[in-house]
């Protein structure tokens, strides 16, 4: 009995001794499992350090000049002559316009009428006040000498009503020529489009054809005619050969064609003949009328005079200021209105838009169909000579290293040919004021407005307290920040932990970035790492 406790006991023992040893052996070999699964980071040291700082920045090659085309009224663009990038000369066409009245001049001759209007109720209350005005005989008898009043005012009421009828003339005989141009402009427009079909048709004949009428189409279609036959007949002696079928459908197609072609020439020049018979009448209608026009037009400003001649004769003698001041306004503002009338009738009767200087196009701001605007350019121009501007924004600290006058490289310069740009400002960014300053740049050879340039200035070198690896800056949505390494003790040994500092980057060369954050110096900053790593992450060091 003794004996079997005793091996009992032993058994427990040895059992226990075995359990604490697998327990130990698993406790280390699941930590040594744990640390090779986690990411392995290789670390360096935050420390101070010196570097040639080179600011970069990305920004759009603006015009430093630019000129801006525009169309001073409402038009419709017919089309667009030139796109960004294209080289002009003084000058050159930008635009197309379709030849009608503006929006503008429409409202000018709106306002043209109301001052007529205006000027012709002045004239009458003169003449109104002439007549029934409280003037006496003696008044009356002094200004108009030895006519007599009733004799006089026969007189004004008939130079009056001389006027009103020569007007109605004049205002008819212009409505009808003006109809008979949109009716002439709409004939030679159908002309010269019969005209182009039946060149079309000509020109669509064979080369052997000659001759500028249809006598050339005849033959093509006699020509086309005999090929077909031939081929025809030639099908009936071997029927069912497949080469002579093409034959013969080939000559039909061209017979086919050759007919067209004739019929297409014959129905335009008959239409030519007929729309030029149309507009050689126009034209002799439009020149009779305008000699009536010119008669009426005669006979109505001398109507007008002797009107006038009547009505200042007495009014300059009684008194009448205050009307021939009233006349005297409403015709300035007729005058006015009718330049205005003229200087956009000229416009609207031209229908390009030319460029004002020689240069390059940086921007089209207009498509065939819209409607131009007097606030919006049409298009801008890079003046000939004249050099381009980009800038960007940098922090305070980065802008007191620069000055005006040094240079900048590109990035990938290899991209660019004969490409330099050079600081000429530093003032506040006006989106930040405080925090940060705007680099403007001269850029000259061969850049285009619009185009995105990236830069790297300043060789100044400074120290800073903060240096790290530019591979240790990283960046997401919340902006740029570093990963460093923190200690923290357990049962099992020292864990490591990637903690994150948000940063600033102050500078940096082609290896070493300055930055400034909630940094103390010397810690371990992750530079490369296995498997990607978040703040927060265990991980394990390099050779560790």
């Known amino acids: 009995m003794d004996e079997n406790g005793k091996k009992k006991r032993e058994w427990i023992k040895t059992a226990a001794i075995i359990f604490l040893a697998v327990m130990l052996v698993l406790t280390f070999f699941s930590n040594t499992v744990m640390n090779y699964s986690l990411p392995e980071v290789a670390t360096v040291y935050v420390e101070p350090g010196t570097i040639t700082a080179k600011i970069r920045g990305t920004g759009v090659v603006e015009s430093g000049d630019p000129y801006e085309v525009k169309v001073t009224e409402s038009r419709t663009v017919q089309s667009v002559a030139v796109r960004a990038g294209d080289q002009v000369q003084k000058g050159d066409v930008i635009l197309y316009l379709e030849e009608k009245e503006s929006e503008e001049l429409k409202a000018a001759l709106a306002a043209l009428d109301e001052a007529k209007k205006a000027l012709d109720d002045a004239k009458g209350a003169y003449n109104d006040a002439l007549l029934t005005g409280n003037y006496t005989d003696q008044d009356i008898s002094a200004a108009i000498g030895n006519t007599s009043v009733s004799a006089y005012r026969q007189q004004l009421t008939a130079a009056q009503n001389a006027v009103v009828p020569l007007q109605t003339t004049v205002d008819q005989l212009t409505q009808q020529i003006g109809d008979i141009d949109a009716q002439l402009k709409l004939e030679q427009s159908l002309l010269q ?82 729309r030029s018979q149309t507009i050689t009448n126009l034209n002799s209608q439009r020149a009779q009328r305008e000699v009536e026009l010119y008669n009426a037009t005669k006979a109505l400003d001398e109507a007008k005079a002797n009107l006038e001649a009547l009505t200042s004769l007495l009014g300059n003698k009684v008194g009448l200021e205050g009307f021939l001041d009233a006349i005297s306004d409403a015709q300035d503002v007729v005058n006015d209105a009718q330049a205005e009338v003229d200087e956009l009738t000229a416009k609207s009767a031209g229908a390009t838009v ?55 490289e590109l990035v990938n310069a290899w991209r660019y040919e004969d490409v330099s740009a050079t600081v000429s400002g530093i003032k506040p960014d006006p989106t930040d004021p405080g925090q940060r300053k705007q680099i403007t740049f001269d850029v000259t050879g061969e850049v285009t407005a619009g185009q995105t340039l990236n830069l790297s200035v300043g060789q100044k070198s400074a120290n800073f307290d903060y240096i790290v690896p530019n591979s240790a800056v990283r960046e997401d949505n919340n902006g740029k920040f570093i990963l460093i390494v923190e200690s923290r003790p357990s049962p099992l040994g020292n864990r490591y932990v990637a903690s994150r500092v948000d940063v600033e980057v102050l500078a940096s060369d082609d290896t070493q970035s300055a930055v400034s954050g909630a940094l103390y110096g010397y810690e371990f900053v992750i530079t490369t790492s296995t498997q990607p790593v978040e703040a927060g992450q265990l991980v394990r060091l390099a050779n560790n």
Request: hydrophobic share 35%.
């Open 193 to 274: 489009s019969a005209q182009d079909r039946a060149d079309a048709a000509m020109a669509a004949a064979p080369s052997s054809v000659s001759g500028g009428d249809s006598s050339g189409l005849e033959a093509a279609v006699q020509a086309a005619q005999t090929e077909y036959d031939a081929a025809k007949q030639a099908e009936t002696v071997t029927p069912g050969d497949a080469g002579l079928q093409a034959a013969t459908a080939a000559a039909k197609k061209k017979l086919d064609t050759a007919k067209a072609n004739l019929s297409n020439y014959n129905s335009a020049a008959s239409e030519v003949t007929s």
């Open 354 to 408: 030319t460029a004002g200087i020689s240069g390059t196009v940086t921007s089209v701001n207009i498509v065939a169909g819209n409607t131009t605007s007097p606030e919006t350019p049409v298009a801008v121009l890079q003046p000939e000579g004249k050099g381009y501007t980009l800038s960007f924004s940098v922090t305070n600290e980065q802008a007191r290293r620069l000055s005006v006058g040094d240079r900048a």
